[in-house]
């Protein structure tokens, strides 16, 4: 990307989004419309990967790259995997009660590595779903089918069994020991699954779980920034990619006299403001190379470094300024706050290109790097491959910023609107 | 009453021996010397007590002490050693440890601080323990029978049980009483764990006994105490794991606080495993063998020695509770109200034996209450009071007041100021650089709800804002005081000018930007 410095931040912006949306293009399987979480060899499909891609197929025809007859094909391919596939208690199936597990083998479709059925990732997949239906509104019997199979999918999950019996819904569940219990606690990027949630017409989740969820929130002001904190920058990111929250408020935001959308980017202020000041005096940080997230890491070891003892991590929830940290940035993280910081975000991306040309390749950014540990090249340690979730949250944030399409289709998704408001979302574009 | 002291012919036996504990060294004897001492006897009681009280602990001694400044007449009865749990098996022999271990940690990580790290650091764990006997031997100075006795509190060692409503029977002598304090404490759980108790485990109540580091060390249960001491031996070298039946870490605490202490600890070496129960535990040759379950996962782990940090239990039996009148139950402890007094209105609950919160500075406060409600018919509240508390692990985490979660639910918005430990010089400069002073006020108000402290010294920093919580003292307030720079402390004040500049909307701003550019 040694020519970024002399493309306008359009035709970069363009350049890094059709590069993104070549990841869905590359690791597909068109039998069964999966798509892998990597694109390392040998990577399962992950089923929030595969919403990502749903939702990525329209911007790929509305920008040209991909025919509206091969989105269609693709789209089918997948809803009719998703429609048809095992659902079941048993260990080996896809799904169970309208969820799904959160890997599958990619030809197979059956759940591996005994993963957990997960309601965030089947949230994330029904995002996509939920797209699909929208965009593909013509009268052809292919898209016709393509929004029966995507009401089979969304109107049959059971959100009200996924709470386990308690106020709000559980992480996850396995069928060899039950309900998940991580315990998790304040904002996260469930925004959207209480959303879908609440608006299923014969098993939502009812109203009080979203009141317990949000109960749990915390109002921070950090380094003179105000927003709902977490850590992670992705929690800030992913309930944004489908839904413009922007002007839109639920009662804890009318109280706080915000919206979740400026919250957001705020949080993005938080991550600079942190990496500028870079307690922990980690490689690279600074003004425009920040970015902390759930992301790939080195792996778990302990090295001395300049004198340092350094510890580093596999894949974790990094977050500011809290921690963990290792000096471990998600480049897609940051370049994926451009609708809430776009100058940030730019200028991020643009510092990637001109000091970190290396770890970028087809004009992907790659899931993390760490140039505290030394690698290759200034980027130092740098994450094999790309993530799906990564390109996928890259292509809906950019085309956010350039054109709101996603935004624009999930406002005529009546699950979307009855969702919102039954969660006391009020104004902005809900009036 | 006459001739309390030591023991003379033909005098009151005390209790049942059940001080005593390995090693006796001289600092042990020490000890015993000051908080049972061997020939102590017990005083004649003459006339009615204004107050009995049984248990000396914390709040026993507080009770007794502060009674006795005023004029009252007092007995102080204890069946095993004065100073419950803080002295003998609580908090002061914990901070002894927890020091020492610091120092070896440090020693570790001397490259940090700019210094050489020493070639060979050996753990004399004799010389850790001894250190910690020497500080209790002396701390057990204050509250040594005889120093109580001279403070006018006549003082019985012995088993107590109620004889009546009015009445306490000592061995075979009977102290009737216009006014009973029950202090009695509490003791570990027991883990109902199969093959745990023949296989033998530690409490707070022996693992100060240990003589040798155990070289594998299970802890079960992730509470404070359990935190506190698994960070401590794992300094101490030992292989240390936590293992803990809930998803969370110090479910209590925030969850940031939690995570800090968490990576801490993962730092020094202990593993924590979460949502693990232990399900058996069997004995082969000198090693415990403990099997766990994590979620659909059994495995075995074989260690030295285990450590069960469970809960606590209230001390109500024996006490003759049916026959005082006195309503309590065995998980909950004694039943009081918010003045303290208990269904008999002669006698009154503290600490412990009756309180959620279960530290020596809760006991000693509900002590003062009932010194106050029972003898001066004052009507001083416990939910009145503000507690703070403190786990002391490194980094010590700290909190006083209401939570977020707590203030949310009951319907008080909040809206919380954090500064980071990493932006205060002093903190810098100690190279403690990790942690917050986070601090919850009500929104709208500079009111301060809460605070949670994560620092290296969160226990020291805790208190300027327990003070500013008890008077009424506004965060905004905070900003006009002048700290000393460079202290850690200064935290607590950056977080107070965040709130200054929160203050300055943008439209004050321009009202001061137009009303200064006139002033050019």
Redesign the interface.
Known sequence: MDQARSLSDEELLDRFQRGAFGYFVDCYNPENGLVADTSRPGSPASIAVVGFALSCYPVGVERGWMTRAEAVARTLATLRFFAESRQGDQPNVTGHQGFYYHFLDMQTGERVWQSELSLIDTTLLLAGVLTASVYFAGDSPDEARIRELADLIYLRIDWCWARGGKATARQGWKPESGFLHYGWDGYDEATILYVLGLASPAHALPLDSYTCWTATYQWENIYDHEYLYAGPLFVHQYSHAWVDFAGIRDEFMREKNSDYFESSRNATYVQREYARRNPYDYAGYGDNCWGLTACDGPGFMTQALDGRERRFFGYAARGAPFGPDDGTIGPCAAFASLPFAPEMSLAALRHYCDRYPDMIKDCRLPGAFNPTLPGDGPAGWVSEGCYGLDQGIVVLMIENYRSGLIWKLMRQCPYVVEGLRRAGFTGGWLS | MTGPGMKEPGMTEPGPELGTVAPQDRFRRALTDNVRPPAWCNPTPEGKYNLVVIGAGPAGITAAREAAILGAKVALIERDLIGGDRLNVGCVPSKALIRTSRAYAEMR?A??YGAQVPSDIDIGFAAVMQRMRRIQARLSRADAAQRLTDAGVDVYFGQARFAGPDSVAVGDQILRFKKALIATGARPLTPPIPGLAEAGYLTNENVFDLTERPRRLLVIGGGPVGCELAQAFCRFGCQVIIAQD???FL?LE???AA??LS?SMA?DGVEIH??TAVVAVRVEGAEKIVDLVS??ARFSITVDEILAGIGRAPNVEGLGLEEAGVRYDIRAGIEVDDFLQTSNPRIYAAGDVCLELKFTHTAEASARIVVKNALFLRRERMSALTIPWCTYTDPEIAHVGLY??EA??RNI??????A?M??VDRAVTDGE?EG?V?IHVR?GTDRILGATVVARHAGEMINGLSVAITLGIGLRNFAKVIHAYPTQAEAIKMAAE??H??RLTPSIRARTRRRLALDR
């Open positions: 990580q490259g940090h809930e998803p969370m479910a925030e969850r940031d995570q800090l990576d730092r979460l949502n979620e659909d977020v979660r949310r639910r918005p909040v809206r919380t100021f954090t980071l990493h932006d650089e917050f986070k929104d965040a709130y500049r929160a």
